[in-house]
């Protein structure tokens, strides 16, 4: 996208409102919607991979240290790996301002 | 070669739309459009109209298909009626704020209960916030030429919606009227070969429709909406050339005997061929009426109109529709607001008549009239009236 969506002007519509820049849908911040986080405590984890799975937004992914994390730029923070997780590794924590 | 001919209007369009050389008919059947989609679907069998006819289960299915149609760069045309226009009601948004060049006849059906699969315009009047242009076709030959145009207006690059042509159930569907044809060649020239700019195309590919949320929302509909309201000059363009071409010229406001009149009478539609017959009696009785006709229902003409009824002291709404619990017939009341900012203008009377199919003759227009005048005089407490409901 040239512009984000909140600097676009009508003049800049594309006719219809098409998308014209394929996979620009991962430009998106879906982190923005977030009021909670999830934190992982990693000491429990088993790597049994169920909240990479689980993830709506498919943002969870293992580091260069093969540990699980979400990428805060889409996490949405839904709270279903917490919900998931079979160890209770993942707790859902409030955002601060 | 131009062709005169004896035809009935239904069929006719099935031919115009042949003469369009449309690419993709999508239709459900329908009472009175039935003859319209009969006749395509004769042309498609018979090959003598190359074009993929679709028949589908629904018209929310019709107008879905002619989405993806429109989509692809497909000429597309359709044609509806009454129930059959209200169950595509959400579609119909969709094609026109993703800004796909559909066509459609509408063969204008009073809405159920009771059933009635005759003429009116509630189905129409529905359907006019859905971003469309429509168009109301007064006889058959103005609906056919209407249909030619719809396919250049709307495939125009500047313009790029879809187009509802309207036309009367059984007053105009099922006459026989002589229609004439123009000539293949001249058509072909006047309907260049569609080009969608931004087709769906897997080597370029594009997401329609997508997700509008609060922060873009308003931006995109509002340049649907000063799109809509440009296309009006491209319509005058497109009716200047189709005159040019073709020798019959079309106006979104048409006077008829008008001019100077203290008294007009405004009709949409099949019944201003009465409305005419009526307005040639009054005058040869010495009676100063004269009679307006509103050809383009959106985008709304409102310079014309406001040209059109300036001098005139009273003006005469005639509505097939009701706007139940408001301010009675949807043309009486657009009227009312194109003209309220005004200094001059007229009184302006509703009538809400014609309803499932009823028939409003001269005589009917005469009373209609001198009732408005009497209105006029005296005031009425009532926002509109009836005609010719028994009491
Ligand atoms: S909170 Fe939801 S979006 Fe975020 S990482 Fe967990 S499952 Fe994914
Ligand atoms: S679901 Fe829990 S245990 Fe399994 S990989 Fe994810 S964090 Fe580790």
């Known amino acids: 996208m040239v512009k984000p969506e909140g600097a676009l002007t009508w003049k800049d519509i594309e006719i219809g409102f098409m998308v014209t820049e394929p996979g620009s849908a991962s430009q998106y911040r879906t982190g923005d919607w977030r009021s909670q986080k999830p934190i992982f405590d990693l000491e429990k984890c088993i790597k049994c991979g169920l909240c990479y799975i689980y993830c709506p937004e498919g943002c969870i992914r293992q580091n260069a240290e093969e540990d699980f994390e979400a990428d805060m730029y889409y996490c949405k923070g839904c709270g279903i790996c917490a919900r998931e997780c079979p160890k209770d590794v993942i707790t859902m924590v409030e955002e601060e301002e | ?391």
Request: proline residues 6%.
């Open chain 2, 1 to 391: 070669m131009t062709t005169k001919m004896g035809i009935e209007v239904s069929v006719a369009i099935g031919e115009a739309v042949k003469l369009a050389n449309a690419d993709v008919v999508a239709a459900y059947p329908i009472t009175p459009q039935t003859h319209i989609v009969e006749h395509l679907a004769e042309l498609v069998a018979d090959g003598e109209l190359e074009a993929v006819y679709m028949p589908v289960e629904s018209e929310h299915s019709a107008m879905s298909a002619c989405l993806g149609t429109a989509a692809v760069g497909a000429r597309t045309f359709t044609a509806t009626a009454g129930q059959g226009l209200e169950l595509m009601h959400e579609v119909l948004y969709v094609a026109s704020s993703m800004r796909l060049p559909i066509v459609m006849a509408v063969a204008n059906r009073a809405l159920s209960s009771p059933i009635s699969i005759w003429g009116d315009h509630s189905d129409a009047m529905a359907v006019r916030d859905t971003g469309w242009i429509q168009i109301f076709g007064e006889n058959g030959q103005e609906v056919i030429d209407n249909v030619l145009c719809a396919f250049r207006i709307a495939e125009d690059r500047r313009v790029l919606l879809p187009v509802m042509v309207h036309l009367d159930a059984f007053h105009l569907t099922h006459m026989v009227e002589p229609i004439t044809f123009p000539e293949k060649s001249k058509v072909d020239q006047f309907i260049p070969p569609n080009e969608y700019p931004l087709p769906l195309d897997p080597n370029k590919p594009v997401t329609m429709g997508g997700f509008g949320p609060p922060p873009i929302y308003s931006e995109v509909k509002w340049a649907q909406e000063v799109n809509l309201r440009a296309a009006k000059e491209v319509i005058l363009q497109v009716w200047q050339e189709f005159g040019d071409t073709f020798g019959r010229y079309y106006s979104p406001v048409e006077g008829y005997r008008s001019e100077g009149s203290r008294v007009l009478l405004l009709t949409m539609g099949s019944f201003s061929e009465t409305a005419m017959a009526a307005i040639d009696k009054m005058k040869s009785e010495g009676k100063d009426v004269g009679l307006i006709k509103l050809r383009l229902w959106r985008p709304f003409p409102f310079d014309e109109i406001r040209q059109a009824v300036k001098d005139a002291e009273v003006l005469i709404v005639l509505d097939r529709a009701i706007s139940f619990g408001g301010p009675g017939g949807p043309v009486c009341s657009e009227i009312k607001s194109a003209l309220y900012q005004q200094e001059r203008k007229p009184k302006v009377i509703g009538f809400v008549g014609g309803l499932g199919g009823r028939d409003i003759s001269v005589a009917g227009f005469e009373e209609i009239v001198s009732r408005g005048i009497e209105i006029s005089e005296t005031g009425s407490s009532q926002e509109f009236e009836i005609f010719g409901v028994r009491e």
